[in-house]
């Protein structure tokens, strides 16, 4: 049903909500419905699994695990409280069975922690789970408002309106599939087995898949290096070593541009100077075009977007992992990491969702030490060396930029000079001849150097954001530095907690930050 890459992969999420009373003629027409919306997924995410989760209740959830068994696509199985006690909840029991087999043929089954004798409370944290969880939510549905708290239109709305007091978690990114399914209990609906698509947010269709396509893209690169087991700390370093391979790419990028430049205006002043125009115009048109060529590159291989977008989810994903060792599982760094930046980032808030999902249910732990040592101290570490670097290095390149401004000027100085000289034919004792080269040459180097002073100061050290970084390590040094203390201080696990919650949300919301102002400045189009 999948190969061993499908489990290291970051999946498409589909959950399931339906009724239970679906009529049995109807089965079979409904189960292709369902494979025509898998078929039409795969087909915009190639590279990338798909994964069905469905509570395998009687009817609608059978069918949809039915049908992702048949398109050899994952079945996970999520439980609303002890599978025996479930089994018993089943009106037709020789559906006992059919449920055995599919639970057999799962990929993954994880019951949630919820006491079967509150049963409504179960099916109703089932539904928020389902939806929660999912990109697509395919509800077969025959239409009808109820206000049965885990019921499949409570799940719907649910969806639909996202989280009390952060809907945004829910909308852009997000779409529910209504397939209109009489039941027996309503058999005649208007337009039976009609699928209504409803893309949630302000996304339509064309811009919910296009989010995907970075997943995709993502996962299609993965495939030729998955070497790792699908845990959050190995996820952390795949996106620290693209990070690292790109960000050196992206430097070479920029010192390339630099010299290609610089040899283009040195092949003009050739040019200007010696006869050897046929070599001289095919050597600067060869320049231009290695420009070209590499500029072109370069946006088609997005290594600064690769950085930009790889450093920001490995350090999302870092705070998730610590939120997991820490048992705070009561959220997702996907429902705050970049919530106030529009669909633009949609796409990462997903990878970010689906990751969390996939890693779901490995152990975790909660030894303070530990985090103390390897967060804490670890994250202290790196802004203080962090700032020292990007210091000495934006101080090398604020020197660099004032020497060739200060040459540029004195360039310029000297140029005027000798143009008053030629205009008002003063004679100070050089030849026409002379001065007409010094104002040449002086207009040359005047040229060169203050147009390399303004590439370093609006090109290099602005797309490199030393600055900015610089600033926001600043910041968050001492809410590290601090935190330690108060977790220190702390008495009880909900203190700790409660530290270790906060500084996560501080330090996405800096992150988010960092990463929206590099991406102002990448280059573009690729990996949008």
Same mark, same amino acid.
């Given at each position: 049903?999948?190969?061993?890459?499908?489990?290291?992969?970051?999946?498409?999420? /589909?959950?399931?909500?339906?009724?239970r009373?679906?009529?049995?003629?109807?089965?079979?027409? =409904?189960?292709?419905?369902?494979?025509?919306?898998?078929?039409?997924?795969?087909?915009r $995410?190639?590279?990338?699994?798909l994964?069905? &989760?469905?509570?395998?209740?009687?009817?609608?959830?059978?069918?949809?695990?039915? #049908?992702?068994?048949?398109?050899?696509?994952?079945?996970?199985?999520?439980?609303?409280?002890?599978?025996?006690?479930?089994?018993?909840?089943?009106?037709?029991?020789?559906?006992?069975?059919?449920?055995?087999?599919?639970?057999?043929?799962?990929?993954?089954?994880?019951? =949630?922690?919820?006491?079967?004798?509150?049963?409504?409370?179960?099916?109703?944290?089932?539904?928020?789970?389902?939806?929660?969880?999912?990109?697509?939510?395919?509800?077969l549905?025959?239409?009808?408002?109820?206000?049965?708290? %885990? %019921?499949?239109?409570?799940?719907?709305?649910?969806?639909?309106?996202?989280?009390?007091?952060?809907?945004?978690?829910?909308?852009?990114?997000?779409?529910?599939?209504?397939i209109?399914?009489?039941?027996?209990?309503?058999?005649?609906?208007?337009?039976?087995?009609?699928?209504?698509? +409803?893309?949630?947010?302000?996304?339509?269709?064309?811009?919910?898949?296009?989010?995907?396509?970075n997943?995709?893209?993502?996962?299609?690169?993965?495939?030729?290096?998955?070497?790792f087991?699908?845990?959050?700390?190995?996820?952390?370093?795949?996106?620290?070593?693209?990070?690292?391979?790109?960000?050196?790419?992206?430097?070479?990028?920029?010192?390339?541009? $630099?010299?290609? $430049?610089w040899?283009?205006?040195?092949?003009?002043?050739?040019?200007?100077?010696f006869? #050897?125009?046929?070599?001289?115009?095919?050597?600067?048109?060869?320049?231009?075009?290695?420009?070209?060529?590499?500029?072109?590159?370069?946006?088609?291989?997005?290594?600064?977007?690769?950085f930009?977008?790889?450093?920001?989810?490995?350090? #999302?994903?870092?705070?998730?992992?610590q939120?997991?060792?820490?048992?705070?599982?009561?959220?997702?760094?996907?429902?705050?990491?970049?919530?106030?930046?529009?669909?633009?980032?949609?796409?990462?808030?997903? &990878?970010?969702k +689906?990751?969390?999902?996939?890693?779901? %249910?490995?152990?975790?732990?909660?030894?303070?030490?530990?985090?103390?040592?390897?967060?804490?101290?670890?994250? /202290?570490?790196?802004?203080?060396?962090?700032?020292?670097?990007?210091?000495?290095?934006?101080?090398?390149?604020?020197?660099?930029?004032?020497?060739?401004?200060?040459?540029?000027?004195?360039?310029?100085?000297?140029?005027?000079?000798?143009?008053?000289?030629?205009?008002?034919?003063?004679?100070?004792?050089?030849?026409?001849?002379?001065?007409?080269?010094? &104002?040449?040459?002086?207009?040359?180097?005047?040229?060169?150097?203050?147009?390399?002073?303004?590439?370093?100061?609006?090109?290099?050290?602005?797309?490199? %954001?030393?600055?900015?970084?610089?600033?926001?390590?600043?910041?968050?040094?001492?809410?590290?530095?601090?935190?330690?203390?108060?977790?220190?201080?702390?008495?009880?696990?909900?203190?700790?907690?409660? $530290?270790?919650?906060? &500084?996560?949300?501080?330090?996405?919301?800096?992150?988010?930050?960092?990463?929206?102002?590099?991406?102002?400045?990448? =280059?573009?189009?690729?990996?949008?």
């Amino acid at each position: 049903m999948m190969n061993s890459e499908d489990t290291k992969r970051i999946p498409f999420l /589909i959950s399931i909500t339906g009724h239970r009373d679906i009529l049995p003629d109807h089965e079979n027409r =409904l189960i292709q419905e369902i494979q025509q919306i898998i078929r039409e997924i795969k087909q915009r $995410v190639p590279d990338t699994p798909l994964v069905i &989760l469905s509570a395998l209740a009687e009817g609608a959830d059978m069918l949809a695990a039915k #049908a992702a068994i048949e398109e050899k696509i994952q079945l996970h199985v999520i439980l609303p409280y002890d599978q025996n006690t479930y089994m018993d909840s089943f009106d037709d029991k020789s559906n006992i069975e059919v449920f055995n087999d599919l639970i057999e043929r799962s990929s993954r089954k994880d019951t =949630l922690a919820c006491a079967s004798s509150d049963k409504k409370n179960c099916y109703k944290n089932l539904g928020q789970h389902l939806a929660d969880h999912c990109n697509i939510l395919i509800a077969l549905w025959d239409g009808n408002s109820s206000s049965k708290e %885990g %019921g499949t239109s409570w799940v719907v709305t649910y969806k639909k309106e996202g989280k009390k007091g952060n809907q945004f978690a829910h909308c852009d990114g997000n779409a529910v599939y209504h397939i209109h399914t009489p039941r027996r209990s309503n058999p005649v609906i208007d337009d039976p087995f009609a699928v209504e698509k +409803n893309f949630l947010g302000t996304m339509d269709e064309k811009e919910f898949f296009d989010s995907f396509s970075n997943i995709n893209q993502i996962n299609c690169e993965m495939a030729s290096k998955i070497t790792f087991e699908a845990t959050l700390s190995e996820y952390i370093n795949y996106f620290d070593r693209v990070a690292v391979k790109n960000q050196k790419a992206h430097d070479i990028v920029l010192v390339t541009i $630099v010299v290609l $430049v610089w040899c283009g205006i040195v092949s003009l002043e050739i040019l200007h100077n010696f006869q #050897a125009e046929k070599f001289l115009w095919g050597y600067g048109s060869a320049i231009l075009l290695a420009y070209g060529i590499h500029h072109f590159w370069a946006k088609r291989s997005a290594v600064q977007n690769r950085f930009i977008y790889s450093r920001g989810i490995a350090e #999302a994903l870092r705070i998730q992992d610590q939120w997991k060792k820490n048992a705070i599982l009561e959220t997702a760094v996907a429902d705050h990491y970049l919530e106030n930046h529009g669909n633009a980032f949609v796409w990462i808030r997903n &990878l970010l969702k +689906n990751i969390e999902y996939q890693v779901t %249910g490995q152990p975790s732990g909660n030894d303070i030490n530990r985090l103390k040592t390897d967060w804490f101290d670890e994250q /202290i570490r790196y802004f203080d060396h962090a700032i020292e670097s990007r210091t000495r290095k934006l101080h090398r390149l604020e020197i660099v930029e004032r020497l060739f401004y200060t040459i540029g000027l004195v360039a310029t100085a000297i140029m005027f000079a000798c143009f008053f000289v030629e205009e008002l034919h003063l004679n100070i004792g050089l030849n026409h001849q002379f001065v007409s080269m010094i &104002l040449h040459k002086s207009i040359f180097v005047s040229g060169v150097f203050l147009l390399t002073a303004a590439f370093i100061d609006e090109k290099y050290i602005k797309m490199k %954001g030393y600055k900015e970084e610089i600033v926001n390590f600043r910041i968050m040094r001492p809410i590290f530095i601090n935190a330690k203390k108060l977790l220190e201080a702390a008495s009880t696990e909900g203190e700790k907690k409660s $530290v270790i919650f906060d &500084l996560g949300i501080k330090a996405l919301e800096e992150n988010s930050k960092w990463l929206v102002s590099h991406d102002k400045r990448r =280059l573009k189009p690729g990996f949008e």
